[in-house]
């Protein structure tokens, strides 16, 4: 016979379990969270409010009902399902969908529930609606690409502004010695000298067209040995004319530091980046933007973020600024895509600094102080290059040996057409002109026999290159063509890549190029 106590202690305990069973389902339908517990064959056992309300059944209609086709309106669970992930391993886990019958995102996470053996019996299913996070992500990354694009824009304006300084004391110099050599003046030069110094102003020109096309990422990304303190050199001069004159230049570029493998389109993104950066953050006090180049042997450096430099020896640019500089919270979103302060400058293409630094197996490092200024170092190695091509070709103006055969020269502009052919002329040439694709397919199917080689620009109007290309290749697959253009070659590229029978070369080339690659298709004559 139970005592009296005994009987107060089982009531008290079955009022606390129910109590706690209470307690329980207050909870589990107060949760705003779409929860189930499942069976170990996907089917309810039980859901709470907020899953019923969500679904517009009572609780009691979606008993015994398969998870699988309630939640994702399928007959078998998907293969990413996290029941059979969790049935599989053993673990948590945790997916995020876009329900179609819901027409929202959910992130779901299934836990198990274990019997007094430790059997999992059961599951709870836990469906957690995102949508409104996942709207604000996607708004978020399209006012990201907007801020991109007008961050691309304001550098390619401060670009543009250095180019056309440039470029008109460029023209300034051709129209100068022309005018000489026109006029038969006598200016204490020979007209070769006066031509000379014309080529070399072209050459500029033409290294500015490059650089305009390598920061509008036209330019095919090619490994090559870079002369990392000319790339330095006229990046500096460049953008010397286009930022403000209260910013002054202090150069400390070391002539001995070795020529570096890199992509030369990517290192002048970030020398402009660097330097564009620094100016921004003197602002419109009076300032200074010190560039410094040296080799340097890393023994015990580390990064940025406090990891190691492997030991070597490193090229090791440095660009420092007496700008407003940066707090430490700063200075650890710098380099976060599309990150900008109100005092610090834009942090303009910081992002793909590091990138770009990072894909030539460099390191960087940065110090800063507010009110005193910031400093970026740069180590890119120094490498074996024996086997990287050079970045630029030898300029050597003359055309001394003679080539034969007859050449259908393609070109739409008519100055071009004109030079075109009296260097070809010069070089032993029987020259055929045409003004489009269309025009010079209509010379080869008259005189295709008598036609050695084709010389074809890739950008004309009426039928461009591309497509005389495509069409050439149809009629005669072992007939010589060389593409030329002032643009980048990535549209044809991939095109033209194992045809031996087809060469490219780039505008603007000396003749002695052009020559070299004429004798490699028709020889020299006998």
């Known amino acids: 016979m139970e005592t009296w106590a005994l009987v107060v202690a089982r009531r008290k305990a079955d009022k606390a379990v129910r109590r706690g069973k209470r307690d329980w389902e207050r909870t589990f339908d107060a949760l705003p969270d779409l929860i189930s517990i499942i069976d170990i064959n996907h089917t309810i056992i039980r859901v709470n409010r907020s899953m019923a309300e969500r679904f517009g059944l009572t609780p009691a209609k979606l008993v015994g009902r398969k998870c699988c086709e309630l939640v994702h309106g399928m007959e078998l669970p998907q293969a990413n399902c996290p029941v059979v992930g969790m049935t599989r391993d053993g673990l948590v886990h945790n997916k995020e969908y876009q329900e179609k019958i819901q027409d929202a995102f959910f992130d779901i996470t299934v836990s198990p529930l274990y019997d007094e053996e430790g059997k999992i019996t059961s599951y709870v299913h836990v469906m957690r609606d995102i949508t409104e996070r996942k709207f604000a992500e996607e708004e978020r990354q399209k006012l990201q690409q907007q801020f991109q694009q007008t961050q691309k824009l304001e550098s390619l304006g401060v670009l543009a502004g250095g180019i056309a300084h440039d470029?008109?004391?460029?023209?300034?110099?051709?129209?100068?010695?022309?005018?000489?050599?026109?006029?038969?003046?006598?200016?204490?030069?020979?007209?070769?000298?006066?031509?000379?110094?014309?080529?070399?102003?072209?050459?500029?020109?033409?290294?500015?067209?490059?650089?305009?096309?390598a920061y509008s990422g036209q330019n095919k990304m090619v490994q090559a040995r870079i002369n990392l303190w000319l790339l330095v050199d006229e990046n500096v001069k460049m953008l010397q004319s286009a930022i403000k004159k209260n910013v002054n230049f202090?150069?400390?570029?070391?002539?001995?530091?070795?020529?570096?493998?890199?992509?030369?389109?990517?290192?002048?993104?970030?020398?402009?980046?660097?330097?564009?950066?620094?100016?921004?953050?003197?602002?419109?006090?009076?300032?200074?933007?010190?560039?410094?180049?040296?080799?340097?042997?890393?023994?015990?450096?580390?990064?940025?973020?406090?990891?190691?430099?492997?030991?070597?020896?490193?090229?090791?640019?440095?660009?420092?600024?007496?700008?407003?500089?940066?707090?430490?919270?700063?200075?650890?979103?710098?380099?976060?895509?599309?990150?900008?302060?109100?005092?610090?400058?834009?942090?303009?293409?910081?992002?793909?600094?590091?990138?770009?630094?990072?894909?030539?197996?460099?390191?960087?490092?940065?110090?800063?102080?507010?009110?005193?200024?910031?400093?970026?170092?740069?180590?890119?190695?120094?490498?074996?290059?024996?086997?990287?091509?050079?970045?630029?070709?030898?300029?050597?103006?003359?055309?001394?040996?003679?080539?034969?055969?007859?050449?259908?020269?393609?070109?739409?502009?008519?100055?071009?057409?004109?030079?075109?052919?009296?260097?070809?002329?010069?070089?032993?040439?029987?020259?055929?002109?045409?003004?489009?694709?269309?025009?010079?397919?209509?010379?080869?199917?008259?005189?295709?026999?008598?036609?050695?080689?084709?010389?074809?620009?890739?950008?004309?109007?009426?039928?461009?290159?591309?497509?005389?290309?495509r069409v050439l290749r149809e009629i005669s697959p072992t007939l010589p063509i060389v593409i030329c253009s002032g643009y980048s070659f990535e549209d044809i590229f991939e095109e033209v890549e194992g045809d031996d029978q087809t060469a490219m070369i780039q505008k603007p080339y000396v003749p002695e190029q052009l020559r070299d690659i004429l004798m490699k298709f028709l020889g020299k004559p006998e």
């Not at 050599?181 to 080529?199: A, L, P, R, W, Y």
Request: one cysteine or more; a negative charge.
């Open 167 to 213: 470029f008109n004391n460029i023209l300034t110099i051709i129209l100068g010695h022309c005018y000489i050599v026109d006029q038969n003046i006598d200016s204490g030069m020979d007209q070769k000298t006066h031509v000379k110094h014309i080529e070399k102003a072209a050459g500029r020109a033409a290294s500015l067209c490059h650089q305009m096309l």
């Open 250 to 469: 202090e150069l400390d570029l070391k002539f001995d530091v070795p020529e570096i493998p890199g992509d030369c389109a990517q290192l002048q993104q970030v020398v402009m980046n660097l330097i564009i950066n620094a100016a921004e953050a003197i602002g419109d006090k009076n300032g200074i933007i010190k560039i410094a180049l040296k080799k340097i042997a890393v023994q015990a450096e580390t990064d940025f973020l406090g990891n190691s430099i492997p030991p070597g020896n490193y090229a090791c640019l440095t660009v420092s600024d007496n700008g407003c500089g940066m707090d430490e919270e700063t200075q650890k979103r710098i380099f976060e895509p599309f990150f900008t302060t109100k005092f610090a400058g834009r942090g303009l293409g910081m992002s793909a600094v590091l990138g770009i630094v990072k894909s030539h197996n460099g390191a960087l490092q940065l110090s800063s102080t507010p009110g005193f200024g910031t400093t970026f170092k740069v180590y890119l190695p120094l490498a074996a290059v024996t086997d990287i091509a050079e970045t630029s070709p030898q300029n050597n103006f003359y055309v001394s040996e003679k080539g034969c055969g007859t050449i259908l020269l393609v070109e739409d502009e008519d100055a071009l057409r004109i030079i075109g052919s009296a260097l070809l002329k010069a070089m032993g040439y029987t020259i055929l002109t045409a003004a489009n694709g269309r025009e010079a397919l209509e010379i080869y199917s008259e005189r295709g026999s008598g036609i050695d080689l084709i010389l074809l620009d890739l950008v004309m109007p009426d039928m461009g290159g591309i497509d005389t290309y």
